[in-house]
């Protein structure tokens, strides 16, 4: 006995779940059906109970067409309409088989079809006489009206998805068809943001437009496509992005049924290997070099470290000198992005420093978050130009300070230059090093909220005087959750001020009882302050010895 192996009742009962119901599938497969009968023209007008759809397409061939339209898995369309696309015959079958549809009728040259669609999937003997439920009408349609009544209102549930900012089903067909609803145009061009490009190529005779963002970090793009007019899209993160516009043959095969997705086979894999391979060929042309940095950065990123090594060009932010701590919380200075020639002699500088045999030091060195623009005077010296890199291997810099020639308090030094020199990273030690000479340069970790002498700071070649104008500001941390930034900079900024008037033997202006201790002798005990003129004060000691102080 020769069989199907099908069952038909059982395929008939679960359509409906293939489709979502939503109006963006329906209008989408109404659309597609559109696009496949040669259509250039679609007219939606929505009334209270449902809305008429009407193509002036190749319509619906006599009784033999509108059996082949209700039929489940089968289609009349054209023959290289069969061979391009593969239509699987259901795109009908989601509008019937919509919950929030009862009635629809078909119509077409001087036929027309009324279905009840609860009737039609529970009574097999309504769905067998269906050649009965077809009409002559007097009044004849070129193309196809299709008029649907539903239980909800259609008419919001419709029109949304083709007006919102969101694709709708109808953005992609501006080379295929012109929609109207209502009335009114229905702007049928993809969106921008899934056209924008930074090349322009051809994939399987198809247009295919390849973007990169402009982004240093991770964002979400989209690799879109453009089936027959029917929008494809996927989210993806960290990669390429890309539109490709089918209008002939079929370079990837859609998800069935409604083109929801892109199957994952051989053809989609070739496709992100083909974009791979244009993306390497434009990045290492000559024309790459007008491409913005940003955008330079993103397509780095994509790659595995070696294949970074090898490219003509890499990204980077250039480490600049400084000349004093400008208040910005950060005193170390890089500039924008900038695209250079990716040279064995470019120096790619982590920003810690690697402070060597000092006092203070966890063990013998330990690592200090700030004070690399300081040293790129000493690095240009040296005939180098250090780069901030997050995609080349950096090397670390290390620095021996010199003798200790001063303590400000008990974790500020002022040293002797000592010198420095570069490893391939933390742990190693640097086999040459080199005279930091008179440059000024420091370096400070264990930042503070409140207290300049809290951070641990080392600096060479720099007077207090100067150490207070201009570096002791990069000692303050403003992260902390429970204080404001400007408040807590004010205080530190105050004890600045304090050490500042400490070292010049002056007192400030709003002075504590604390203030004094620094002018009091060992073993003696302030009895008497008195203020004189010329903005002094005379601090009388329990031995009558007295002591002229400057005050601010």
């Not at 001087?110 to 009044?139: C, F, G, H, M, P």
């Not at 921008?192 to 295919?208: A, M, P, R, V």
């Not at 089936?227 to 899209?233: A, M, V």
């Not at 990204?315 to 200075?333: G, S």
Request: proline letters at 5%; glycine letters at 6%.
């Amino acid at each position: 006995m020769t069989t199907s192996l099908i069952n038909t009742n059982k395929i008939r009962s679960v359509i409906a779940r293939l489709f979502t119901g939503s109006a963006v599938e329906i209008l989408g497969e109404l659309l597609q059906n559109s696009q496949r009968a040669n259509a250039s023209r679609v007219d939606i007008v929505t009334t209270e109970d449902g809305f008429t759809y009407y193509d002036n397409g190749d319509g619906i061939k006599g009784l033999a067409g509108f059996e082949t339209l209700l039929t489940i898995a089968d289609s009349a369309w054209e023959e290289d309409v069969n061979q391009n696309q593969n239509p699987m015959g259901l795109g009908i079958q989601s509008l019937l088989a919509n919950k929030n549809v009862t009635q629809v009728s078909f119509h077409s040259g001087d036929l027309k079809i009324t279905i009840d669609t609860a009737r039609w999937w529970d009574d097999n003997s309504y769905v067998a006489d269906w050649q009965k439920l077809v009409e002559a009408v007097a009044s004849t349609v070129s193309g196809l009206r299709i008029e649907v009544i539903g239980t909800l209102d259609l008419k919001g549930a419709f029109k949304p998805p083709i007006f919102s900012k969101h694709p709708s089903p109808a953005a992609g067909y501006e080379n295929f068809l012109q929609v109207f609803m209502d009335g009114e145009q229905v702007d049928t061009k993809a969106p921008t943001s899934f056209t924008s490009h930074i090349l322009q190529t051809e994939f399987s005779g198809c247009k295919l437009l390849i973007n990169i963002e402009p982004t240093e970090y991770l964002r979400t793009t989209t690799q879109t496509v453009n089936w027959y007019g029917q929008l494809i899209s996927k989210e993806v993160t960290g990669t390429f992005g890309f539109y490709l516009e089918v209008n002939c043959g079929q370079p990837v095969t859609p998800m069935a049924p409604s083109r929801r997705g892109i199957v994952q086979d051989s053809k989609w894999a070739a496709l992100q290997q083909f974009v791979q391979a244009k993306l390497k060929e434009f990045f290492q042309s000559p024309e790459a070099t007008k491409a913005a940095p940003a955008i330079w950065l993103s397509y780095l990123k994509l790659l595995s470290q070696h294949e970074r090594q090898e490219m003509p060009y890499t990204v980077v932010r250039e480490w600049e000198p400084e000349e004093h701590y400008t208040n910005d919380y950060n005193y170390d200075v890089v500039s924008s992005l900038k695209l250079v020639p990716n040279l064995p002699t470019n120096l790619y500088l982590d920003p810690d420093i690697i402070v060597e045999g000092v006092e203070g030091a966890a063990e013998n060195w330990d690592t200090f978050s700030d004070g690399i623009s300081s040293f790129v005077p000493v690095l240009q010296k040296a005939g180098l130009s250090p780069y901030l890199s997050t995609l080349m291997p950096t090397q670390s810099l290390h620095w021996r300070p010199g003798s200790t020639k001063q303590t400000l308090t008990y974790q500020t030094y002022l040293v002797e230059g000592g010198e420095w020199g570069l490893s391939d990273n933390a742990d190693n030690v640097p086999t040459n090093w080199m005279p930091v000479g008179k440059s000024p340069v420091f370096t400070v970790s264990c930042k503070n909220n409140w207290d300049c002498t809290e951070p641990l700071f080392y600096a060479a070649n720099i007077t207090p005087q100067e150490f207070y104008k201009e570096y002791a500001e990069a000692g303050f941390d403003p992260n902390n959750d429970d204080f404001n930034t400007d408040h807590m900079h004010e205080k530190y900024c105050e004890t600045i001020e304090d050490q500042t008037l400490r070292i010049s033997g002056k007192l400030r202006r709003n002075f504590s009882r604390n203030d004094l201790r620094q002018f009091t002798p060992t073993g003696l005990t302030l009895k008497t302050i008195a203020f004189l003129a010329d903005n002094q004060l005379e601090l009388t000691f329990d031995n009558q010895e007295k002591v002229l102080i400057p005050h601010e």
